[in-house]
């Protein structure tokens, strides 16, 4: 299957926006503002819509769609233990800030890989 540089850069930005969705969930956890400042129903529907989109687009490669899939559930799964427990957990605080730790480097290097597909467009 060959795709081409346009589905390469369409593929790397819906991962950039995933992880983009999963880092403001977090950030809703802990941050109160950032909760009342962006609506729950939002944010739920533009990161199930990506996420669903990539599950789609990574059905070629069944390990890497489960180990994102893996990694999305984990993540949401801390975000809700977060919601019920409190953010004065000092375990629960510290899985969020080594998660967003992991997707803000992923974030950075796939934007930056974003950004070199659509310069050779």
Known sequence: ??????????????????????????DRC????????????????HLDETRRQLMEILSVNPVVK??????C?????????????????AKTREAIQAERAVLKSKTI???DLVAVYRALA
């Open 66 to 71: 489960r180990k994102l899939a893996d990694e």
């Open 109 to 111: 290097a796939l934007s």
């Open 30 to 45: 802990t941050d109160e503002a950032a909760r009342k400042g962006y609506p729950d129903s939002e944010l739920q529907m």
């Open 73 to 89: 559930d984990r993540i949401l799964h801390l975000g809700a233990s977060c919601l019920k427990l409190g953010a004065d957990d």
């Open 1 to 26: 299957m060959s795709i081409s540089s346009t589905d390469q850069t369409e593929i790397a930005a819906a991962l950039v926006r995933l992880y983009v969705f999963l880092t403001q969930y977090l």
